[in-house]
């Protein structure tokens, strides 16, 4: 079965996403980290859930990129995690997982 969804980022959201990902910090203390959490989560039919998610950097590194990145995530019903994309620069478009012969689209806008 194909499972479809749209999820509308409001205003704040897509300027917050857009600066961290396009933006170089310039310190350690500007950069988003591995214990900062910015995420999305949508519901299916099925009672899958589909997280996106911005991930920090662990160390900042002095003269490399510090931006963070992407990936999504299946989760089933009960919370356990299915499948995980490859790391993104992106947040918004198209998301696809596959499981089960199922498929699960999330289309961020």
């Known amino acids: 079965m ?3 969804k749209v999820y509308n980022a409001d ?3 897509r300027e917050e996403i857009n600066h961290l990902l396009t933006h170089e910090p310039r310190s350690e203390s500007e950069m988003f980290n ?3 959490h910015l995420s999305i989560s ?3 039919l099925d009672g899958k859930v589909v997280v996106i998610e911005v991930c920090g950097c662990v160390d900042y590194k ?3 990129s510090n931006i963070p990145w992407t990936q999504g995530i299946l989760y089933s019903k009960e919370g356990y995690e299915l499948t995980v994309t490859e790391p993104r620069d ?3 478009g198209e998301w696809n997982f596959v499981y089960d012969d199922n498929i699960y689209i999330l289309n961020v806008i």
């Open 34 to 36: 591995e214990n900062d």
């Open 42 to 44: 949508v519901r299916y």
């Open 11 to 13: 205003r704040t959201l």
């Open 90 to 92: 992106e947040f918004f």
């Open 2 to 4: 194909k499972y479809s």
């Open 62 to 64: 002095e003269n490399e």
